[in-house]
C-alpha cells in the first residue's frame, strides 16, 4: 500500500531503490598509476544498489519487455549469469513482482550464489567447463526452463540489443558528460560485451578518435576473433575469472566499434584487485583487477602519453569475491602466491 502523499511532502525520499540505478561516480586514481603518463580514472559500478553495472541492463531490458507487451504481471524471468546480472535480475523482479530463475555457471563464487538465494531467485548451478552446446551448460539450461515454463521470458543477454542500448543511453553519456568530453582511452572488460559495446557507439558518436580497448581472459575466444573473424576453438581452456571472456561469439558485442583488445591473465587480476583495494580504497572485484591489470600492461606498451584522460570501468563489488581473490587460502590453492606476489603478512588475530 502506498504511503499517503501527505507523508512525501518536504521529504527527500526515493520511491524504490529502482530509481538509484546509474549515475555512478567517476573516480581519479592516484596510487595504484603513480609514474604513468596521463590522467587515470575509474568509473566505479559497484555504486549501483545491486554493486553491478549488471543493475542498468537488468533494469532496462524489464522495462522495454513491460512496455512491449512480452512480460506481464505474474511472468517468471529467467536467464544464464555468471551471478551479477543475476543478483541484479533478482533485485529488479523482486521489486516489480515477477519470479526469476537463474542458470548460473559453476565458475560463480559461493558468494555471488549465496546472494542470488539470498534475492529470492530459483538457481541452477551448472558446469563451467562444458561446450555452449552441451544440454549441462547454463545457456542450455535456461533454454529448457524457458521452454518448459509459460508465460515465461528469457533475457539472453549475452544476444539481447537492449544490452548494448542500456549502456548507450546511460553509461556512455555519463563518461562523455563526466569527462568534458575530453576522454582519450576507454578500457572495459568484454564478456556479453554490453558494456563495451554501448559505451563504445556512444562515445565514438561524439568523438571517433576515442580509442576502445577490450579486455579478454586467457582462454576465452575474443581477442581472436575480433582479430580474426573466425571463431577458433583451440583458445577455449578452462580459466578463473567470472564475467570475462567467452567461449562463443555474443552478438551483443559489437566488435567493429572496439579498437583492439589486451588479454590479462587470472593470477595477475587477482593480484591487480586486490591492489586497487590497498592503494585507492576502492573495493572491487575480479573483472575490476583484470581491467586494471590492462591498463598496466597498456602503459608499459606506450600506449598513453601526458595527454591522455583514461577511463576504466570497474563493473563490480569485492564483496562477492570474498571465498575467491580475497581469501588468502584460495590464493595459495591456486597457486598465486610465489615470490614475486606473497600472501599478506598481516594474519587476523584472535584474542
Known amino acids: ?20 540505478i546509474g549515475k555512478t561516480p567517476l573516480i581519479h586514481l592516484k596510487n595504484i598509476v603513480a609514474g604513468f603518463k596521463g590522467s587515470f580514472f575509474s568509473k566505479f559500478e ?11 541492463i537488468a533494469l532496462y531490458i524489464i522495462e ?27 533485485m529488479v523482479s523482486l521489486i516489480k513482482g515477477y519470479e526469476c530463475i537463474l542458470a548460473v555457471s559453476s565458475k560463480s563464487s559461493k558468494d555471488k550464489i549465496d546472494m542470488l538465494h539470498a534475492m529470492g531467485a530459483k538457481v541452477y548451478v551448472c558446469p563451467a567447463n562444458v561446450s555452449a552446446e552441451d544440454p549441462r551448460s547454463y545457456y542450455q539450461v535456461a533454454k529448457k526452463i524457458h521452454e518448459e515454463i509459460k508465460d515465461s521470458v528469457y533475457i539472453n543477454q549475452y544476444f539481447n540489443g ?3 542500448e542500456a549502456h548507450y543511453k546511460t553509461t556512455g553519456p555519463e563518461i562523455w558528460d563526466q569527462t568534458s568530453g575530453k576522454i582519450t582511452h576507454l578500457i572495459a572488460c568484454s564478456g556479453t560485451g554490453g558494456t ?55 552478438t ?13 591473465t587470472d593470477e595477475d587480476s587477482a593480484h591487480t584487485a586486490r591492489e586497487v ?43 562477492r569475491y570474498m571465498s575467491k581473490i580475497y581469501s588468502d587460502d584460495w590464493m595459495n590453492e591456486q597457486g598465486f602466491f610465489d615470490a614475486t606476489n606473497e600472501e599478506a603478512p598481516n594474519k587476523i588475530e584472535y584474542i
Not at 544498489?49 to 543493475?55: A, L
Not at 583458445?235 to 567461449?247: A, D, S, T
Not at 551483443?252 to 590479462?264: G, L
Not at 586494471?292 to 576504466?312: C, R, T, Y
Open 1 to 20: 500500500m502506498d504511503v499517503n502523499k501527505k507523508t512525501y511532502k518536504g521529504m527527500k525520499v526515493e520511491k524504490n531503490i529502482l530509481n538509484l
Open 196 to 250: 563495451i559495446s554501448g559505451c563504445a557507439k556512444y562515445l565514438k558518436e561524439q568523438n571517433s578518435d576515442i580509442k576502445i580497448i577490450g579486455v579478454d581472459a586467457y582462454g576465452s575466444v575474443l581477442k581472436k576473433y575480433h582479430e580474426t573473424k573466425e571463431l577458433d576453438t583451440d583458445e577455449i581452456y578452462p580459466y578463473r575469472i567470472e564475467g570475462l571472456g567467452k567461449n562463443l561469439i555474443p
Open 64 to 90: 522495454e519487455a513491460e512496455k512491449s507487451g512480452i512480460l506481464k504481471p505474474g511472468d517468471t524471468i529467467i536467464e544464464t549469469t555468471s551471478g551479477n546480472t543475476g543478483f541484479s535480475l533478482a
Open 162 to 164: 537492449l544490452n548494448v
Open 277 to 319: 583495494t590497498k592503494s585507492e580504497g576502492l573495493f572491487v572485484g575480479y573483472t575490476s583487477g583484470a581491467a586494471m591489470q590492462a591498463v598496466k600492461q597498456l602503459n608499459a606498451m606506450g600506449e598513453f602519453d601526458k595527454d591522455s584522460v583514461v577511463v576504466v570501468i570497474f563493473p563490480d563489488h569485492g564483496s
Open 252 to 264: 551483443a558485442t559489437d566488435f567493429d566499434s572496439i579498437d583492439f583488445f589486451i588479454k590479462v
Open 46 to 56: 559497484a555504486f549501483n544498489p545491486g554493486h553491478s553495472n549488471k543493475d542498468r
